[in-house]
């Protein structure tokens, strides 16, 4: 089974232009979360999606949108970017987004959408 | 707001020495998971722990949970060059299916 995919791997952006990064989870799974690495730190929480809704939002500016579709795919979208924008966006899948079990779920995330803002 | 910290940020060793990473925060956690990351890659899931004290083992891996959850660490024996990567703890707060992770202890094993 194919584990969760991003595309595209690397994107080279200006100043001040939108993007749109997308993610396909693992079959199955109905959860999906936005991580933004940036160079040197740990993955920073942007979003959850659970059934289309929006169970989630780190703190992060309304630049920042996502979405996820019937077939729990998703698109994380950034308006107006920036330099500080630059990082790694990674997507990580769940089968129900509960975490309220014990340790949690596990997340299963993907290779990530290497963004670079100039 | 917690604040969690990694040690040490960056650590270099020859292949066979053991060695130990901490996971610090000044606030109690329901669960805490270890995350190993290798570049172009995502994190993944080495081990989650959830009962204070415990201690858990993968393989060369040894995970230890404070009694009073609110640190953790990994300690690696007989490392190899396999174990190189960017090593994340990320705690969990009761319910709360959103991970915080730390910023990391990036390990480079040499042969």
């Known amino acids: 089974d194919a584990g969760v995919t991003q595309s595209p791997t690397h994107l080279i952006k200006t100043r001040g232009q939108h993007v749109t990064l997308r993610c396909s989870p693992i079959s199955g799974h109905k959860s999906v979360s936005w991580y933004q690495q940036v160079l040197g730190q740990g993955p920073q929480f942007i979003f959850q999606?659970?059934?289309?809704?929006?169970?989630g939002r780190g703190n992060f500016p309304d630049r920042f949108s996502a979405r996820q579709f019937p077939n729990y795919s998703s698109e994380l979208n950034v308006n107006a970017l920036l330099l500080g924008d630059s990082a790694l966006y990674l997507c990580?899948?769940?089968?129900?987004?509960?975490?309220?079990?014990?340790?949690?779920?596990?997340?299963?995330f993907g290779p990530g959408t290497r963004l670079l803002v100039l | 707001t917690q604040l969690l910290e990694q040690s040490p940020q960056f650590l270099s060793i020859q292949e066979g020495e053991n060695l130990t990473v901490y996971c610090n925060s000044s606030s109690v956690f329901s669960s805490l998971q270890w995350y190993r990351q290798e570049p172009g890659e995502g994190p993944v899931l080495l081990v989650t722990v959830v009962t204070g004290g415990e201690v858990k083992k993968l393989k060369r891996l040894t995970f230890q949970f404070g009694d009073a959850r609110k640190d953790s660490s990994l300690h690696i024996t007989a490392a190899q060059p396999g174990d190189t990567g960017l090593y994340l703890c990320?705690?969990?707060?009761?319910?709360?299916?959103?991970?915080?992770f730390g910023t990391g202890t990036r390990l480079t094993i040499i042969p």
């Open positions: 999606y659970y059934e289309k809704e929006e169970r």
């Open positions: 990580a899948s769940s089968l129900e987004g509960s975490g309220g079990r014990g340790g949690g779920e596990t997340q299963y």
């Open positions: 990320a705690p969990r707060l009761g319910g709360n299916e959103k991970l915080t």
